[in-house]
């Protein structure tokens, strides 16, 4: 792939919510090739959130969404070598990236998390970034507070 960029492929939507997110959350929540059981989980996850936040009339999916979007990082700093010193230079993420981290963080805080089976604890990880709390939203947070502790150096973007 010297010249050309590979071709992106299509991501189909899942069976019971028609969303392409959704998908592209499961591919990365699944282990070993096994995504019927990783739809399993996502599914049994969105039951227990529907459980949890029932005197509010949001749908489950929207709560996931709004988890998903609250997590998401605007910035990152990126190490870039400058004569002799390293500096943490902020930048801005590009969407394919930002959605990409969010989902990683959630499910790597998510699986973190104390509880019987992954779908509760994923449940649990989904309420607490609606409620902005919860280890994925903390990352955020730390992302971003360390942007803006290295802002004096956005010069040297590349």
Known sequence: ???????????????????????????????????????????????????????????????????????????EVKSRRVGGATFQVPMEIRPERKTSISVKNMILYSRKRSGRSMAEKLAGEIVAAYNEEGGAFKKKEDTHRMAEANRAFAHFRF
């Open 1 to 75: 792939m010297r010249k050309s960029k590979p071709k992106k492929r299509i991501i189909l939507p899942d069976p019971k919510f028609n969303d392409t997110l959704v998908t592209r959350f499961v591919n990365d929540l699944m282990y070993d090739g096994k995504k019927s059981i990783a739809y399993q989980i996502f599914y049994d996850a969105m039951d227990i959130v529907s459980v949890k936040v029932k005197d509010s009339e949001v749908s489950p999916l929207d709560v996931f969404k709004k988890a998903l979007e609250k997590i998401t990082p605007h910035v």
